[in-house]
């Protein structure tokens, strides 16, 4: 990774609260495995650590690194930032300098721009209905009592 692309990640990480704590348990199986599936929702993540846990914040977010496949971004006081890139079809994150998949542009079906290809259930374009001297016509005007 890239200074850049973290310092990106930061960015974001920033404007997001931690989803995760960490307690006098330390690392289990099953924090391993919350973390595994927060990084599968959302790719980046931030978890505190409480201050009733004795481990070292350094050691501990390399080890949830290791464990999950994903990468440190950054370890401020007590709380880490992990991530890891999800793949292309459900991606959420594109980091600098990635290159993002073309988007398909979708075609119209009479191929001009600007014009409705919708069909009524009877068969006819679907649009403004009445004729064109109705368009301009200003309402009638209000009787009052």
Avoid: H, Y
């Amino acid at each position: 990774m890239t200074s850049k692309q973290r310092s990106f990640l930061k960015s974001l990480a920033m404007k997001e609260d931690a989803i995760l704590q960490i307690g006098k348990g330390s690392i289990s199986p099953e924090l391993t495995e919350s973390v595994r599936e927060a990084l599968e929702a959302r790719e980046l993540i931030k978890i505190s650590i409480l201050q009733n846990c004795l481990d070292d914040p350094m050691e501990m977010a390399q080890l949830l690194a290791d464990r999950t496949g994903s990468e440190v971004v950054q370890i401020i006081g007590r709380k880490i930032v992990l991530f890891r890139a999800a793949p292309e079809d459900r991606r959420q994150i594109w980091l600098p300098g990635e290159k993002k998949p073309e988007k398909k542009p979708e075609k119209k079906s009479d191929g001009r721009p600007g014009r409705r290809s919708e069909k009524k259930p009877d068969g006819r374009a679907a649009g403004r209905s009445g004729s064109r001297s109705d368009r301009g016509a200003k309402p009638a005007a209000r009787r009052r009592s």
